[in-house]
């Protein structure tokens, strides 16, 4: 029994270092440590918000700095009236470049100057995407990105973090979160501090003639300073599963993020786990297991998705469709749609377009939301033009329940 015992402690050591190994830089392994939390169910909330509706203004108003391209806006709310706005910007053909912070003291109605606060400037690397900002317990602001290597491989592709300690006013040096080719990152903290970090990734599968996608998680119990390597969250065979933008659901009822899946006819699809599994299930969510649901059933494929809960509950959601009109191939020609589910993300209604009607030839992607107060929502979106730049434009919709 005690040879037995040496020998599976061994084996359990080797199979760590190389996982570690792997997630430091080489292809990783898509397979992660066995888990025993048994698995449970999200509240059941059978409602349907048929009463809430947003009205939109019908005026909006440009929040990006005066760049070619401008895109991927993402907002963090302060407390008050204080609005950080971050997105990656960049010249023609090259938006994945440079990152800026613009921020506002009163609501949105004005912005200060755009700061590049990550910029390209590393020959060991393309450029800078996909910014997200999360205010941490302890008061710190949590900064996210892309780093996209120079090559473009497992081993020079990374997800980093930022921090700044003084409410943005600098930013700490650069720490690796996780590498492998990979974007799109996005945390949460959970109320025991515990920084949980979302991001699509191909690394398993990179390079080979058919890469796939799946959600990993990377977690931090040191407000960002370290990271444990990551593990697979959500993944469906040839879905491409991608854009996890997780958020804690009120009283107690979880973990839920959204994701587009890109061969799916429909989507987002919602995933979700409980406050005291935090995804430590022995099978990620499925909908055999309850854990993973489509998140509309409208005749919709919803691109890039983005929630946001009111205080009284109800989710709003954000996803880029081409919203009826015929946009081709070129997906950034994709609009805005906004649409309202109960407590747990289901039963989605009431859908509306912050930019309606837009001509085919105009789009508004990489859409984010931030709720103002509980009757007052702010609508951010990516708005591209028929000669190709883009800018990022802000509205405001007003909740009636």
């Not at 960049?90 to 938006?95: I, L, P, S, V």
């Not at 009284?312 to 081709?328: C, N, P, W």
């Not at 989605?348 to 030839?361: G, H, K, S």
Request: aromatic residues 10%.
């Amino acid at each position: 029994m005690k040879n037995i015992s040496k020998v599976l402690m061994v084996c359990f050591v080797l199979a760590t270092f190389t996982q570690c190994k792997k997630s430091g830089g080489n292809t990783p392994t898509p397979v992660d440590p066995v888990t025993t939390h048994a698995d449970d169910f999200p509240a059941v909330d059978n409602s349907t918000p048929t009463n809430v509706n947003i009205a939109w203004d019908n005026t909006d108003k440009k929040v990006s700095h005066t760049v070619y391209f401008a895109e991927y806006p993402r907002v963090l709310k302060l407390g008050g009236d204080s609005l950080y706005l971050v997105y990656h910007c960049g010249t023609a053909g090259n938006e994945w470049d440079n990152i800026a912070i613009r921020k506002s003291y009163d609501g949105g109605a004005n912005w200060t100057a755009a700061e590049i606060i990550v910029a390209d400037n590393n020959a060991n690397y393309y450029g800078f995407a996909n910014p997200q900002l999360t205010l941490l317990q302890n008061g710190w602001i949590l900064l996210a990105y892309t780093g996209k290597g120079n090559p473009d491989d497992n081993l020079h592709d990374n997800i980093q973090v930022r921090i700044s300690k003084d409410r943005g006013q600098t930013w700490g040096t650069p720490v690796i979160a996780a590498t492998g080719r990979s974007w799109e990152p996005a945390t949460v903290q959970l109320p025991n501090g515990e920084i949980e970090m979302m991001f699509s990734s191909e690394a398993a599968w990179w390079p080979s003639s058919d890469v796939q996608q799946e959600i990993r998680m990377a977690t931090s119990t040191s407000n960002g300073e370290s990271w444990a390597a990551s593990k697979r969250v959500a993944y469906t065979t040839g879905k491409r599963d991608g854009m996890a933008t997780p958020i804690l659901l009120k009283d107690g009822k979880g973990i839920l993020f959204p994701i587009e899946s890109v061969n799916n006819s429909q989507a987002p699809w919602m995933v979700w786990s409980s406050l005291e599994a935090k995804w430590d299930y022995a099978s990620t969510a499925s909908t055999s297991n309850a854990r993973r649901w489509l998140g509309t059933t409208q005749n919709i494929w919803g691109g890039a998705p983005f929630l946001v809960q009111t205080t009284s509950g109800e989710i709003i959601l954000a996803v880029q469709d081409a919203g009826g009109r015929t946009v081709g191939s070129d997906w950034k020609k994709n609009t805005m749609l906004v649409m309202i589910g109960n407590s747990i993300a289901k039963n989605f209604t009431n859908v509306t377009q912050p930019w309606p009607a837009l001509p085919a030839n105009e789009g508004a992607y990489y859409t984010t939301l931030s709720m103002k107060d509980n009757n007052t929502i702010l609508a951010f979106a990516t708005r591209n033009f028929s000669d190709g730049h883009s800018e990022i434009y802000m509205k405001t919709g007003h909740i009636t329940r």
